[in-house]
Structures are given as C-alpha cells and as structure tokens.
C-alpha cells in the first residue's frame, strides 16, 4: 500500500529526532528524492550541532585558563550556560583587561629600566669605591671608583672573591671583616679607619635580602679619608702646638663662647685669677674676671658686657684697670678683648689677654717718685743759687751803705739794694706761674706798646737788632701785663741767645687773626692777636723740640730749664697757644695766640719812684701775721702821713674796726693779708667787716699775686689790690686811690 | 582624597559569587578605563563574596590600578582608583 503523505511527515519528525537512517530504504519511491535531501540536511545539522560544542567546549576551556592566571575559579558550567556564557563575553572582558595588564607591565618595565640607568650612573658616579657580592664573597660587579682604588686597568675580578682582590691574611684579621660581621648580625657593618696600603678607608657593609628576607646580596662602599685623616693628624699637631705656647706665655688667655661662657684658659690665667682651669671653664666670664676701674673701686662688668653683647668687631683695650682675684686681692692688668671669627667671619665669641702690671706700675710710681724729688732738688737749688746772688747784693749793698756817710752814695747804694730786690720779686713771679691755682690778673692791655718796651729791654746791650712789625689797628688783650712781658722778654732773650758772635737781626710781628671753628685745636674761635718771634740761629734739632717746653728741660749750661716752661704756662692760663717751628741752620719762629679783648686797653699802671710824699691823712688799719710786714707797712703809710694801727689775723682787724667805729673814730681803709696761716684771713674778713660796713674800704695785699682773689678781687668785696713785695710809692698811690674812691 | 571633580561609580555584586563578580568587576574597568586612568572616577565595588576581595585586587593592580579593600557590615567595598 503506497505512503500517503502524513506517513512520511511522522517518519521526517522521527529522523529530526534522532533516527536520521529511517529514511533510507523506508519510503515510497515517490518520496525517495525528498527523503535523500532531507537526511543530507539532517546529517549536515548533526555535524554542525557536533562542531558547535566543540567551539563552546574551547572556550570555556580557554576562558578558564585564563582565569586561572588571574588566580580565580574557574567558571561552572551550571553558574553560566553557554547561552550567558556568549551573552557575557568573558573573552572579551579578560582580553581587554589582559592588554591594560600588558600595558601596565610595559610601562612598569619602561620605568624599571630607567631606575636600573639611575642606579648604574649613581654606582659610577658615587665618590666611594662600591662592590657588590652574593652571599659567599662572589664579587657580582663593581664600580669604577672602586676598580681605580683596588685592581689594575685590565684586571677582570667578576667571579672572583673579594678578599682575593683586598684582604691579605695578615693585615686584616677575619674579626675585622665587615662582610662576616654582616653576615652574623644581618645588619649593615661599618669600619671606620681600614688600612690599605698607604690609604685610609672608611667601610660600610649593608645587605640586601629577597622576597624570603634572606640575605643574597651584600654591597659595600670604600671611601678614601686618607686626606681627612692627614688633616686631623696635622690639626692635632697645630692644636698642641698652640696649646703648648699658650700654656708657656706669661700673658692670661681666656676665650668665651657668644653667651659668654668660658670655653678655654691658660695657666698664666689660673696664676693671676686664682680660679683653676676646671672651675673657670663652662662659667661665665664676668664671674671670673671681675674687673674695676681704676681708682673708682667699682665693678666694670659691663665693660665685658658691652664686649660680649655689642661683639666688638675691632680689639679693645682696657688700660689702668683692677683685676679682684677669686682670693680678694686687687691686681692691676692691662686687659684687650678682640673677636673671634670663624671661616664665614662670623663671630664665634671673644679672647682676653690681660696682664699683671702691679709689679711695673709700682716701680713707675717710684720712679716717678724718684724723678719728682731730683727735679725738686735741682729746681730748689738753682732758687736757693739765685736768691743766694740776690740777697749778697741786697745784704752787700746795706752794709756798705752803713759804713758811708756821703747822703749820696747812701743813696746809690740803697737803690742797688732795690734792684735786686726786684729781681728776687720777679724770680718769686715766676716761680708763681707754676703754682697750681695760679691765674694771671689779667686787664685789657695794649700788646704793642708792651712788645716795644720788653724788646727794648731784652735786648739793651748786646749786638742784635730787632725788627719789629706790628699793626697799627693791633687789638687789645686781656692779659696780666708782667707775666706777657716775661713772655716776650724769655722768647727774645732765647732768640738772642741762639744768634751768638755777629750779631743779626730777629724779626717780630703782630697781627690780628681771626680763628674758625676747629682750626685750632686748643684755641676757641674768635679774634686774636698773633705775635711770631724769629731768630737767623742754628734751630732747634728734631729729636728735642718736642721737650722744650717742658720744666727742668734745658740745652743750655747755666739755663733753669724753666723759661719756656714759664711762658707755655702763661700763654696757657690766658688761653692762647704758643708754638715753635724750627729749619735746622735756618733758625726758629715762637708764634704766641693770645685773645684780643673788646674794651679799650687802660693805661698800664706806672711803677712808682718817688718816696711817698707826707700828704696823707686818715686812719689805716693793717692786717698781716707777719710781724715784718706790719711794721714795714706801718712804717711807709706814717711816712705818708697816716696815722696806723695794726691787727695779726682777721678777727683781730674786726675787733679794732668794730672799736674805732665805737669811738667815733673810724679807720679810712684797711690794708688785709689774704692769706693767714691758722687763722682768719682776708677773705673771710672782708666778707665780716662788709657785713659791719657796707662803706668799707679794704686793699687785699699778697704775696700770691697769682691767687685768683687777687685776679677778681671786686667780686670778693676789696676796692683794690697790691701784690708783695712793694715799694712805698706803690703802697701809697693804691691806699690814696681807695680813700678818695 | 575625593574632589569635586571626582566621580565614583558603584557596583553593587553583593550575591554573586566567582568568578563572575571578577568579569563583572573587570568589565566595569575596562568600560571606565579612561576616566579611572585620568583619576577623574573611582569605581566602588560592594560585594560580600570574600575571595573577591583577593581576586578583584590583584587584577586591578596587575593592570596599574590602586585598590583599597574596606570591610562593611556583611559585605565589602572594594575602591578602585588611579594610581598616583
């Protein structure tokens, strides 16, 4: 019965599911082409369907190889079917995260190599030797540093052991070796100073470990300190050198930190402070050197403050200063402080020298002494010399004026007597300029008129002229007349002196000036008066001319040594300048300042000569503690005409004032000695009888014309003055001014 | 330290295990490999399974990312970052 066509679709479906031949063989004819194409397409799908599973098989095969690199599980096939398995991707995902890995890595090799670059460049450039070993001593590499210092240009040392290359037995015992120390503490292993031949080296042994921490490598660095160790060596030798002087100089050393703490001291230092060199080092300096000054006998810390905090850049020096040692006992020093700098110049703190002057200072205190009590003994006898010549002509004179009868010849003989008595008047003036408080009396005086006469004076006699240029508008000065004529006087007598035998000329000029501000360093601007003196003689020689003006100092035999001394004094005390310059064969010029004065120069009180005539009338007292005098003014005043009564000191002047005012019969002026020893004098009288009688009129008289009462009398209450010794023409020409006012 | 500028991006794998949370974690750094490379995003993974915590990491690094593992209350969060 032939196949009907539903027969043939059931036996398709049977094929499709599993049983592909059934079509073969099975079928009616008329189906037999279609049956043959279908079990082709049914063959074909079941090898395709094969293929399929195989591909899927891979895949996941290879998807978890993969996996299994990344260090994962691999996927089950229940987690993810094929159908999820295609839909994920997982290829895709890890073959995208494999080439960021990649990428990663090539990057990471990029800078690995780099970092090995650096590293080699270091190993080359790194100024130690560097060797680098496993951990059996088996040399891996090294640098070139380190083949220069240890192998021959050629030498191949890779494989070979280090200690082939380095150490030798004898030298270098194994317990030294830093690679063994290494090795046993696992920590590097350093040698500080290591022999090498003539070569000092420093040795660093570190190790390097793996991923387990064992040590495989071990690199060691050699640096050359053979310089390093020479310069210590010759900083030691300079260091005790220094030490060794330092210790042996009699000066004390000490030296302070910035703070001002001592950081070193020498022995001479511990001698002279008492404090030993343990105590003194680590204090501060203040408490060691405890210094005061001189004569203030107050501590002058702050002179080493102001040294430490101001840091003094220059050397300071501290003479005439007090040491206090730790003992109590006061030393004088000489004491300099200067900085120390360090290699940038700054200030690294401060050195002291000082010095123990006691023993100097005392024997220049007795030399002084000494040199004090010879120059008073040749200035006491060259007086006692003068006055001794004086006194024989006053005492020569009076005794042969005695013995004659002639009124005449009396009488030339008394006036011999005087003139030396002038003379021993002058000497006593001079000496007077020297006297401490001697101040000049001074009234405006015309220079010019004094110049003439003292020249004319000086120079009576001899054979030397003068030429003499002074202004005609030549200012007045201020000044005591008898000490700027002894002056000029002394400066003509030397320049006459310095032209011997023929004769010559000195050349004198006067002039007004007027000085500025600083010109002259011991003048005061303003004007002045300027009088040059100059000799043709044979100068003054460069080694002396800075002493002439110096008391005692002379060239000439029978000089005083006082003369210029007298004038520098004078010229001094009237606060002008005088100066010398001198050419040698050529001469010298004395050049005096003196200042000039604003009022009009009076007339220069004439010295009396006459004999006091008997025209006076009136009451006199006169006080003097000197019998002599009180009877020798007494006896001049009655010469006069005045009636005299006498007093010893002021309080017996103010007793007869007071009386004789009592009684009606008051004294017209008082004659007062300013000075009394031991009692009331002048002074303080005067300032009484003021007090008693506003009228008074009082004449101070004394032997120190150079006291200042005498140059400003009025401000003490006197009417006038009158300077012993003086003749009765001068005694009584002052007490008539005073009494008719 | 986060700024402004930065953007985090979170997965959320709690419930898988792997080696799926690992593809799903490399797909996310594969997609954001830009803007993780410019540290312009931060990629935020919460997973509570624990070998992922070792997986995800590893990867990450090997593929020059820096990871930070933070332990949360049944579950981690797994911070992957541009290396700086």
Same mark, same amino acid.
């Given at each position: 019965?032939?196949?009907? /066509?539903?027969?043939?679709?059931?036996?398709?479906?049977?094929?499709?599911?599993?049983?592909?031949?059934?079509?073969?063989?099975?079928?009616?004819?008329?189906?037999?082409?279609?049956?043959? /194409?279908?079990?082709?397409?049914?063959?074909?799908?079941?090898?395709?369907?094969?293929?399929?599973?195989?591909?899927?098989?891979?895949?996941?095969?290879?998807?978890?190889?993969?996996?299994?690199?990344?260090?994962?599980?691999?996927?089950?096939?229940?987690?993810?079917?094929?159908?999820?398995?295609?839909?994920?991707?997982?290829?895709?995902?890890?073959?995208?995260?494999?080439?960021?890995?990649?990428?990663?890595?090539?990057?990471?090799?990029?800078?690995?190599?780099?970092?090995?670059?650096?590293?080699?460049?270091?190993?080359?450039?790194?100024?130690?030797?560097?060797?680098?070993?496993?951990?059996?001593?088996?040399?891996?590499?090294?640098?070139?540093?380190?083949?220069?210092?240890?192998?021959?240009?050629?030498?191949?040392?890779?494989?070979?052991?280090?200690?082939?290359?380095?150490?030798?037995?004898?030298?270098?015992?194994?317990?030294?070796?830093?690679?063994?120390?290494?090795?046993?503490?696992?920590?590097?292993?350093?040698?500080?100073?290591?022999?090498?031949?003539?070569?000092?080296?420093?040795?660093?042994?570190?190790?390097?470990?793996?991923?387990?921490?064992?040590?495989?490598?071990?690199?060691?660095?050699?640096?050359?300190?053979?310089?390093?160790?020479?310069?210590?060596?010759?900083?030691?030798?300079?260091?005790?050198?220094?030490?060794?002087?330092?210790?042996?100089?009699?000066?004390?050393?000490?030296?302070?930190?910035?703070?001002?703490?001592?950081?070193?001291?020498?022995?001479?230092?511990?001698?002279?402070?008492?404090?030993?060199?343990?105590?003194?080092?680590?204090?501060?300096?203040?408490?060691? /050197?405890?210094?005061?000054?001189?004569?203030?006998?107050?501590?002058?810390?702050?002179?080493?403050?102001?040294?430490?905090?101001?840091?003094?850049?220059?050397?300071?020096?501290?003479?005439?200063?007090?040491?206090?040692?730790?003992?109590?006992?006061?030393?004088?020093?000489?004491?300099?402080?200067?900085?120390?700098?360090?290699?940038?110049?700054?200030?690294?703190?401060?050195?002291?020298?000082?010095?123990?002057?006691?023993?100097?200072?005392?024997?220049?205190?007795?030399?002084?002494?000494?040199?004090?009590?010879?120059?008073?003994?040749?200035?006491?006898?060259?007086?006692?010399?003068?006055?001794?010549?004086?006194?024989?002509?006053?005492?020569?004179?009076?005794?042969?004026?005695? /013995?004659?009868?002639?009124?005449?010849?009396?009488?030339?003989?008394?006036?011999?007597?005087?003139?030396?008595?002038?003379?021993?008047?002058?000497?006593?003036?001079?000496?007077?300029?020297?006297?401490?408080?001697?101040?000049?009396?001074?009234?405006?005086?015309?220079?010019?008129?004094?110049?003439?006469?003292?020249?004319?004076?000086?120079?009576?006699?001899?054979?030397?002229?003068?030429?003499?240029?002074?202004?005609?508008?030549?200012?007045?000065?201020?000044?005591?007349?008898?000490?700027?004529?002894?002056?000029?006087?002394?400066?003509?007598?030397?320049?006459?002196?310095?032209?011997?035998?023929?004769?010559?000329?000195?050349?004198?000029?006067?002039?007004?000036?007027?000085?500025?501000?600083?010109?002259?360093?011991?003048?005061?601007?303003?004007?002045?008066?300027?009088?040059?003196?100059?000799?043709?003689?044979?100068?003054?020689?460069?080694?002396?001319?800075?002493?002439?003006?110096?008391?005692?100092?002379?060239?000439?035999?029978?000089?005083?040594?006082?003369?210029?001394?007298?004038?520098?004094?004078?010229?001094?005390?009237?606060?002008?300048?005088?100066?010398?310059?001198?050419?040698?064969?050529?001469?010298?010029?004395?050049?005096?300042?003196?200042?000039?004065?604003?009022?009009?120069?009076?007339?220069?009180?004439?010295?009396?000569?006459?004999?006091?005539?008997?025209?006076?009338?009136?009451?006199?007292?006169?006080?003097?503690?000197?019998?002599?005098?009180?009877?020798?003014?007494?006896?001049?005043?009655?010469?006069?005409?005045?009636?005299?009564?006498?007093?010893?000191?002021?309080?017996?002047?103010?007793?007869?004032?007071?009386?004789?005012?009592?009684?009606?019969?008051?004294?017209?002026?008082?004659?007062?000695?300013?000075?009394?020893?031991?009692?009331?004098?002048?002074?303080?009288?005067?300032?009484?009888?003021?007090?008693?009688?506003?009228?008074?009129?009082?004449?101070?008289?004394?032997?120190?014309?150079?006291?200042?009462?005498?140059?400003?009398?009025?401000?003490?209450?006197?009417?006038?003055?009158?300077?012993?010794?003086?003749?009765?023409?001068?005694?009584?020409?002052?007490?008539?001014?005073?009494?008719?006012? | 330290?986060?700024?402004?500028?930065?953007?985090?991006?979170?997965?959320?794998?709690?419930?898988?295990?792997?080696?799926?949370?690992?593809?799903?974690?490399?797909?996310?750094?594969?997609?954001?490999?830009?803007?993780?490379?410019?540290?312009?995003?931060?990629?935020?993974?919460?997973?509570?399974?624990?070998?992922?915590?070792?997986?995800?990491?590893?990867?990450?690094?090997?593929?020059?990312?820096?990871?930070?593992?933070?332990?949360?209350?049944?579950?981690?969060?797994?911070?992957?970052?541009?290396?700086?």
């Amino acid at each position: 019965m032939p196949m009907d /066509l539903t027969e043939f679709y059931q036996l398709v479906n049977r094929a499709v599911d599993g049983e592909a031949d059934l079509l073969a063989g099975h079928v009616d004819p008329e189906y037999e082409p279609l049956a043959t /194409l279908i079990g082709g397409l049914l063959r074909e799908n079941l090898a395709i369907r094969q293929n399929h599973q195989v591909a899927v098989d891979y895949i996941r095969d290879k998807i978890n190889q993969m996996l299994r690199v990344i260090g994962t599980s691999p996927l089950k096939p229940e987690e993810l079917d094929e159908k999820h398995l295609i839909g994920l991707d997982p290829l895709g995902i890890i073959s995208q995260s494999f080439a960021q890995i990649l990428e990663h890595s090539n990057q990471t090799n990029t800078d690995l190599r780099l970092a090995r670059d650096e590293i080699r460049a270091i190993f080359d450039s790194v100024g130690g030797g560097l060797l680098v070993m496993d951990n059996d001593r088996n040399i891996l590499t090294s640098n070139n540093r380190f083949r220069e210092m240890f192998t021959s240009p050629d030498e191949e040392i890779v494989g070979k052991r280090c200690y082939e290359i380095i150490c030798d037995n004898e030298n270098h015992p194994r317990e030294f070796c830093c690679f063994q120390r290494m090795m046993e503490s696992g920590r590097p292993a350093a040698m500080p100073d290591w022999r090498f031949g003539d070569k000092h080296l420093s040795i660093v042994a570190s190790p390097v470990r793996d991923g387990r921490g064992e040590i495989v490598r071990c690199v060691v660095l050699y640096i050359d300190i053979t310089e390093l160790i020479e310069i210590r060596l010759a900083l030691d030798d300079e260091r005790e050198r220094l030490s060794t002087t330092l210790e042996s100089i009699a000066d004390g050393v000490i030296s302070i930190d910035n703070r001002g703490v001592i950081t070193l001291m020498n022995k001479a230092a511990t001698e002279i402070t008492g404090w030993s060199q343990e105590e003194a080092v680590g204090r501060p300096v203040c408490s060691v /050197l405890t210094i005061e000054d001189q004569g203030r006998s107050r501590n002058r810390g702050d002179l080493l403050d102001e040294i430490i905090v101001n840091k003094q850049s220059k050397v300071e020096r501290l003479d005439n200063t007090i040491l206090v040692n730790r003992q109590g006992s006061r030393r004088d020093i000489y004491l300099s402080a200067a900085p120390i700098r360090q290699y940038d110049r700054s200030q690294a703190g401060t050195i002291f020298v000082f010095r123990d002057i006691t023993r100097e200072k005392r024997m220049d205190q007795e030399l002084a002494k000494a040199n004090r009590l010879e120059s008073l003994g040749l200035f006491a006898g060259g007086i006692a010399h003068d006055f001794n010549n004086l006194l024989t002509g006053v005492l020569g004179n009076i005794s042969l004026a005695r /013995l004659k009868s002639d009124p005449d010849e009396k009488n030339r003989l008394l006036n011999e007597t005087e003139k030396s008595t002038f003379r021993a008047k002058d000497l006593t003036q001079q000496l007077l300029t020297f006297a401490k408080s001697g101040m000049p009396v001074k009234r405006p005086i015309s220079i010019g008129t004094l110049i003439k006469e003292s020249v004319e004076f000086s120079l009576r006699g001899s054979n030397i002229g003068c030429n003499l240029q002074i202004a005609a508008d030549l200012l007045p000065v201020e000044a005591d007349q008898g000490q700027i004529n002894q002056v000029i006087q002394n400066l003509i007598i030397n320049s006459r002196q310095a032209m011997p035998g023929e004769g010559g000329a000195i050349a004198l000029t006067a002039a007004n000036i007027e000085i500025a501000n600083r010109q002259e360093p011991l003048l005061a601007p303003g004007r002045y008066v300027k009088i040059s003196i100059a000799d043709r003689g044979a100068g003054i020689p460069n080694n002396i001319i800075g002493r002439i003006f110096d008391p005692f100092f002379t060239t000439k035999e029978s000089g005083t040594g006082l003369g210029l001394a007298t004038c520098y004094s004078i010229i001094r005390k009237h606060h002008g300048n005088i100066t010398v310059e001198s050419e040698a064969g050529k001469g010298t010029t004395f050049h005096l300042c003196l200042p000039a004065s604003d009022e009009m120069a009076g007339e220069a009180p004439q010295t009396g000569t006459g004999n006091g005539s008997g025209t006076g009338t009136g009451r006199i007292l006169v006080m003097d503690d000197e019998e002599l005098v009180r009877n020798v003014t007494a006896s001049m005043l009655e010469h006069s005409g005045y009636e005299v009564d006498l007093a010893c000191d002021g309080a017996g002047a103010i007793e007869k004032y007071t009386e004789a005012r009592r009684r009606g019969e008051p004294f017209a002026a008082v004659v007062m000695d300013l000075t009394i020893p031991n009692g009331m004098g002048g002074k303080e009288a005067v300032a009484a009888l003021l007090k008693i009688d506003p009228a008074a009129r009082v004449i101070a008289a004394s032997g120190y014309s150079n006291d200042p009462v005498m140059a400003d009398y009025r401000s003490y209450g006197f009417r006038q003055v009158i300077a012993k010794p003086f003749r009765i023409s001068d005694l009584t020409e002052v007490v008539a001014g005073v009494i008719e006012g | 330290m986060t700024t402004e500028m930065e953007k985090i991006i979170e997965v959320d794998m709690r419930g898988q295990v792997c080696p799926s949370t690992l593809l799903v974690a490399l797909d996310n750094i594969n997609r954001n490999r830009k803007e993780l490379s410019s540290g312009m995003v931060k990629l935020l993974i919460k997973t509570d399974n624990r070998d992922a915590t070792t997986t995800i990491p590893g990867t990450a690094e090997n593929m020059g990312y820096k990871t930070e593992v933070v332990p949360r209350d049944g579950f981690y969060e797994l911070l992957i970052s541009q290396q700086s």
